[in-house]
């Protein structure tokens, strides 16, 4: 009895210290991402999403011309993000009430590749304003609404998304 459960629990713990392989995101597949962006008039692309052992995390880019104003402002129910500008300048709410609220489909692109269920809006009222640029982070956890007032200058900026509910696909 004593040797089966001291087999099992050597089991257990060689399956819980399984080590998952790094991932690279690399400078290249980030500008090739840009520039499709740019190409096709697409805002948000993932690059990857990982099973980071129990939830995904995504690493995606977002580029946003200059003179874009409130737009898809969103809540996402599960998924908490964090942004880290490359590029340009733009003014950011977080907090407040989403403007025109719509739950997104389940089934939605935008639910399942990049951001998990939750709620767009055409805006937000009230909130917290920043300005952010070139080598600002910010960090937005899931139920907190976001999106950005006014782009001052073209704008890009990398996004990691963390998954706990395992809802975005892998990719």
């Given at each position: 009895?004593?040797?089966?459960?001291?087999?099992?629990?050597?089991l257990v713990q060689a399956n819980s210290t399984r080590s998952l392989p790094a991932v690279d995101v690399k400078a290249a597949d980030i500008q090739a991402t840009v520039k499709q962006e740019i190409a096709t008039k697409?805002?948000?692309?993932?690059?990857?999403?990982?099973?980071?052992?129990?939830?995904?995390?995504?690493?995606?880019?977002?580029?946003?011309?200059?003179?874009?104003?409130?737009?898809?402002?969103?809540?996402?129910?599960?998924?908490?993000?964090?942004?880290?500008?490359?590029?340009?300048?733009?003014?950011?709410?977080?907090?407040?009430?989403?403007?025109?609220?719509?739950?997104?489909?389940?089934?939605?692109?935008?639910?399942?590749?990049?951001?998990?269920?939750?709620?767009?809006?055409?805006?937000?009222?009230?909130?917290?304003?920043?300005?952010?640029?070139?080598?600002?982070?910010?960090?937005?956890?899931?139920?907190?609404?976001?999106?950005?007032?006014?782009?001052?200058?073209?704008?890009?900026?990398?996004?990691?998304?963390?998954?706990?509910?395992?809802?975005?696909?892998?990719?």
């Amino acid at each position: 009895m004593f040797r089966i459960l001291a087999v099992m629990l050597v089991l257990v713990q060689a399956n819980s210290t399984r080590s998952l392989p790094a991932v690279d995101v690399k400078a290249a597949d980030i500008q090739a991402t840009v520039k499709q962006e740019i190409a096709t008039k697409t805002t948000d692309i993932p690059i990857r999403t990982v099973d980071a052992g129990g939830h995904h995390i995504g690493v995606a880019v977002v580029h946003r011309e200059k003179g874009a104003g409130p737009n898809n402002a969103a809540i996402h129910d599960k998924v908490s993000e964090v942004y880290q500008i490359t590029e340009g300048s733009g003014t950011f709410v977080t907090g407040g009430e989403l403007v025109n609220p719509q739950r997104r489909e389940n089934s939605s692109e935008t639910v399942t590749q990049l951001s998990g269920p939750g709620i767009g809006g055409s805006g937000i009222k009230g909130g917290v304003s920043r300005r952010v640029a070139k080598g600002d982070m910010v960090i937005i956890p899931a139920g907190t609404s976001h999106g950005f007032s006014e782009i001052q200058e073209s704008i890009t900026y990398t996004v990691v998304r963390i998954d706990p509910a395992r809802v975005i696909k892998l990719k």
